[in-house]
């Protein structure tokens, strides 16, 4: 046996690639391209070697500022097209480009569109005041003209009444200076004519009011048309206005307020004939400054447009240019060979790709000296890397999300690949509702060439990349909705006749008296008949409930199990003798021997009560049992199995911790010394994982460590197990509000004999099925999937404590790493 599990062939996912530390030692002339060359194969993680150093102290901070200013100029660029709205046009073939000749055409063409930007600014601006100006003509007119030919006469004067009293000095309101005595001279009524936002109208004219202390009289009309803003280049909503007053104190006040609330003020003459004629000069300037603009714009356009075409290969080069240098800052620079000194870790497969890619680069870069490339040993542990492809890859994000594996540890995600997908359908049971889902991730698969190629928002990104999930989950629910013989919540007949008729032809005493089987059991699933009986629900909770056990007990049994194979890869013996072999005892002993009776009383048909059978295995195990015994030397069985369970905890919690002791009091026996401080071996500049083997064997943290452990898995069994009964509480709420859905809504609005009302069932059913039953019902059983696979399976065999292995790769490179 031992033999055949050693010839097995070893699985991809079983365990991570194995791992190698590798070091490079590079000539300064042909670094720049084996980096590059390495990014392009990405199958080797450096290491920083310059981590206590800042990112302004390293070698190659110069060049990485230089890409990130290009990265910066290739951004505005394309900030530049989205605003102009101009289409993405194809990429252009051109001739490959150096580095430095591209920053020369960047900072060309960016001083060409700044300058470009500045004059057609300066250009709408002068545009934006003539129309205003014409505006604020066109408008102010029929406030200051009140006869035909002639202008602002004698009618527009007013008597100014000022009275003295020390330094206070008070002006009267407009309506009362014709009534208060005093002495009076004459004065013309000035004007304030002006364009301002007509959001602030309001403000400004309270402001006014209050500032004149009313001694004014506003005018305002709305303007015809819309103004760009030059600075947001939103159109805005301006309001024509036009202030009369008196007195020069008032006309600056005006004026200042005019400034403050960004109120643009415009001469306007009295005489309607000059008014006419700088209209017209006014109309004359707009029509040039427009053709100006048009023109303008189309020659800034035609330049995007010519960037565009360059701008995706430039961003893509930048981009790649600025990762090579920032690999390059974590390697170490020796001034005096010359040369730079990188460390990293590279899958075992991997090296020969890799010697290749530093030889052509060697070659590329007409080195006169070779890359040195050899292994070396590491004290940290090698990061975890596992070779996915569209299919296993959500499945291996889903194990990830709860931790990284152990470098070699057993991975989950080989049994997630069916189990997870298998305990999602166990909940969502219902072939109906599997075969939308099962249209749905076709539909996602089928267009995987033009999805994969387009931005997604970041629902329809997350459903995308798990839709080979989505197939297995609507698949297995197919699968589990013809065992629970439902289609929207409705049985059919699909495999053959039931095997239960009425007692009466009528049928009518089904949900009363029941029914009488009288041919062989229906051949797969559940029968239909079954639907609408008194019985029903009992039956299919019963049902349900007793399979959720027997798969917990499966699935933490896989889990046990699993531990066992990684404690046998790592050659650990105490955890075989003193981990595995209590639990699997400790397990089985409770609840795999409740598993045993389901499955008899299944098989027999027995109607012995199995709450009562384990109550009482653990309250009085030497009683008889009665009715509820199922087989012969159940008693004594119970009785052992209970005996072993109860020896299987101190079995977990005292052995390990002592044997641990004793195995380091053996290897350290008489060394009561340190380990000298030597160049070779200093502690002070070892790493952490070298120090560890060091420090002294702490036997009460290891106790400590290993009752929790114990206690955890004791108390866990019971609720895990527990658990598991989620699988029945949630397939039992699916198939309810199936039923309400169907019966409540769909029956009820088609046993009216009206069109509309049919019409708004069939809306109201279609709208419950998508939103509840195959949006919320799907995360919710997708949810409690997880936590079972997490949580009760995970926890029995994997630690999750290891780091991925992040390869230098420009296939992973993003737009955010500018």
């Known amino acids: 046996m031992k033999q055949f599990i050693e010839n097995l062939p070893s699985m991809d996912l079983m365990r991570s690639e194995k791992m190698t530390f590798v070091q490079l030692i590079i000539p300064a002339e042909s670094a720049q391209r084996a980096i590059s060359y390495l990014g392009e194969l990405g199958l080797l993680q450096f290491r920083d070697l310059n981590a206590e150093k800042s990112p302004f102290q390293r070698t190659f901070v110069n060049q990485v500022k230089r890409c990130a200013e290009m990265s910066r100029k290739l951004r505005f660029f394309k900030d530049q097209i ?36 500045s004059n057609s600014e300066k250009l709408q601006q002068s545009y934006n005041e003539l129309l205003e100006f014409k505006i604020v003509l066109q408008k102010a007119c029929g406030f200051l003209v009140s006869s035909p030919g002639h202008a602002v006469s004698e009618e527009r004067e007013l008597e100014e009444n000022v009275y003295s009293n020390g330094d206070y000095v008070e002006t009267p309101f407009l309506f009362e200076q014709e009534t208060r005595p005093g002495p009076s001279n004459q004065s013309g009524l000035r004007f304030i004519s ?38 947001s280049t939103e159109m805005v909503e301006k309001t024509v206005f036009v202030v009369f007053f008196s007195g020069e104190q008032a006309r600056t006040k005006i004026l200042k307020i005019c400034e403050a609330f960004g109120a643009n003020c415009y001469p306007v003459p009295e005489d309607i004939s000059k008014q006419r004629q700088i209209t017209r000069e006014v109309s004359s300037r707009l029509d040039d400054l427009e053709a100006t603009l048009d023109a303008g714009i189309r020659h800034r356009n035609k330049a995007l447009a010519s960037l565009g075409g360059h701008l995706a290969k430039w961003m893509d080069m930048v981009r790649r240019e600025k990762a090579v240098y920032d690999t390059l800052n974590m390697l170490n620079f020796d001034v005096t060979k010359k040369c730079l000194v990188g460390e990293g870790w590279c899958p075992m497969f991997a090296k020969v790709q890799i010697q290749e890619a530093l030889q052509r680069a060697t070659f590329d870069s007409n080195s006169q000296v ?88 970041s629902f329809m990104e ?56 009288y041919r062989e059991p229906y051949p797969f699933g559940v029968d239909p008949s ?113 005996l072993l369970a109860v020896i299987a905890v101190p079995w977990m919690l005292l052995p390990k911790p002592f044997i641990l002791k004793k195995l380091h009091n053996e290897r350290f026996q008489g060394r009561t010394y340190g380990v000298l401080n030597t160049a ?47 699988l029945w509480a949630l397939s039992l709420a699916h198939s309810e509000l199936s039923t309400v859905f169907y019966e409540k809504v769909l029956l009820l609005a088609w046993g009216y004999d009206n069109l ?18 195959l949006m919320m019902e799907t995360l919710s059983a997708f949810l409690h999937a997880l936590r079972l696979h997490w949580v009760e399976f995970q926890n029995k065999f994997y630690h999750g404590d290891g780091y991925k292995f992040r390869p230098f790769s420009f296939a992973s490179l993003t737009e955010d790493e500018n």
């Not at 150096?98 to 960016?110: F, G, K, M, S």
């Not at 997350?462 to 589990?480: E, P």
Request: proline share 4%; hydrophobic share 45%; aromatic share 14%.
């Open 680 to 726: 070779e071996v200093d502690l002070e500049v070892e790493p952490d994982s070298a120090r560890h083997h060091h420090e002294e064997f702490n036997f009460s943290e290891v106790f400590v460590h290993q009752m929790i452990h114990s206690i955890e898995f004791v108390l866990g069994s019971v609720s895990n197990t527990a658990s598991y009964l989620r």
């Open 530 to 642: 079954w639907r609408g009986s008194r019985s029903e629900l009992p039956f299919l909770n019963s049902l349900k409930m007793k399979m959720s056990i027997l798969l917990g007990v499966v699935h933490m049994n896989l889990g046990i199990i699993l531990s066992y194979f990684n404690a046998r890869f790592f050659g650990n013996s105490l955890d075989i003798r003193y981990q595995f072999v209590p639990q699997i005892i400790f397990l089985n002993s409770l609840f795999g021997y409740l598993s045993l009776l389901i499955v008899l009383k299944w098989c027999t048909g027995s109607q012995a009560d199995l709450y009562h059978v384990m109550i009482y295995m653990f309250l009085s195990p030497f009683d008889n049992l009665g009715e509820n015994q199922l087989f012969w030397g159940q008693r004594p069985l119970q009785v052992l199995l209970l």
């Open 194 to 231: 002006g364009i301002i936002c007509k959001s602030k109208v309001l403000r400004f004219e309270r402001m006014l009011f209050r500032a004149t202390r009313g001694n004014m009289l506003f005018n305002q009309a709305p303007a015809d048309e819309q103004i760009m803003d030059p600075i």
């Open 370 to 457: 070779g890359i040195i490339f050899h292994s070396m040993d590491a004290l940290e542990s090698p990061p975890t890397y596992f070779r996915t492809n569209y299919f296993t890859s959500p499945y291996q994000e889903i194990v990830d999300a709860y931790g990284v594996a152990r470098y070699q540890e057993a991975n989950p995600a080989v049994y997630t690949t069916i189990i997870f997908p298998f305990l999602f359908a166990v909940m969502f049971g219902d072939w109906g509702h599997g075969i939308c889902l099962l249209l749905g991730a076709l539909v996602l698969i089928a267009r995987e060439s033009k999805l994969s190629t387009r931005r997604l928002g």
């Open 82 to 117: 989205n605003k102009a709205s101009l289409m993405s046009s194809l990429s252009v073939l051109q001739p490959d480009i150096y580095l430095e000749d591209l920053e020369t055409q960047l900072a060309e063409h960016e001083h060409e569109l700044i300058e470009m930007n």
């Open 756 to 773: 509309v009302i049919r019409l708004v069932g069939l809306a109201v059913f279609a709208f419950a099925t998508a939103f509840i039953l």
């Open 462 to 517: 997350m459903l995308f990349g798990g839709r080979y999930v989505l197939l297995l989950m609507s698949l297995f629910s197919i699968y589990c909705g013809l065992i629970y013989n439902e289609f929207f919540s409705v049985p059919f007949h699909i495999f053959g006749a039931s095997a239960y008729k009425c007692r009466d032809s009528s049928c009518r005493d089904a949900h009363t008296v029941g029914l009488v089987k």
